[in-house]
Nanobody, 124 residues
Framework: QVHVVESGGGLVQAGGSLSLSCAAS????????MGWSRQTPGKEREVVAAINWSGANTYYADSVKGRFTISRDNAKNMVYLQMSSLKPEDTAVYYC?????????????????WGQGTQVTVSS
C-alpha cells in the first residue's frame, strides 16, 4: 500500500502561486497513477489533477486547467501540484492519493488512502 503526507498549503492572495507536495511511502509508488483532489465543507470531493505512473499522461479538471501543473518524481516518491493564478474559489483542503482501480481520473472513488490534507486559502 501507498500512504501519503501532503504539505505546502497556506494563505495566499488571489493571483498568487503555491506549490503543494505529496510524500509517499511504499515501494510500489511508481506503479500507481496519483491524483490531487480538494474538498470544502458541504461539497463533494473534486479531483483537480492526476498523473499516470510514468508522468507521461496528465488530467486536469476544467476548473484548474491552464493554472495548475501536476508532476511526480518516482525516485523520490513525490508528487507535486504547482498552482498559479489562484482564485478565492480554489480555497479548500487539498489531498493526494494513489489511483487504485481502473476508471476515470476525475472520479475520486477510484483512489484510496487520501492523506490528511493541506489547507489552501486564497484571499481576495
Amino acid at each position: 500500500q501507498v500512504h501519503v503526507v501532503e504539505s505546502g498549503g497556506g494563505l495566499v492572495q488571489a493571483g498568487g502561486s503555491l506549490s503543494l507536495s505529496c510524500a509517499a511511502s511504499g515501494h510500489t509508488f511508481s506503479a500507481y497513477a496519483m491524483g490531487w483532489s480538494r474538498q470544502t465543507p458541504g461539497k463533494e470531493r473534486e479531483v483537480v489533477a492526476a498523473i499516470n505512473w510514468s508522468g507521461a499522461n496528465t488530467y486536469y479538471a476544467d476548473s484548474v486547467k491552464g493554472r495548475f501543473t501536476i508532476s511526480r518524481d518516482n525516485a523520490k516518491n513525490m508528487v507535486y501540484l504547482q498552482m498559479s493564478s489562484l482564485k478565492p474559489e480554489d480555497t479548500a483542503v487539498y489531498y493526494c492519493a494513489p489511483k487504485v482501480a481502473s476508471g476515470p481520473y476525475s472520479d475520486g472513488n477510484y483512489y484510496d488512502n487520501w492523506g490528511q490534507g493541506t489547507q489552501v486559502t486564497v484571499s481576495s
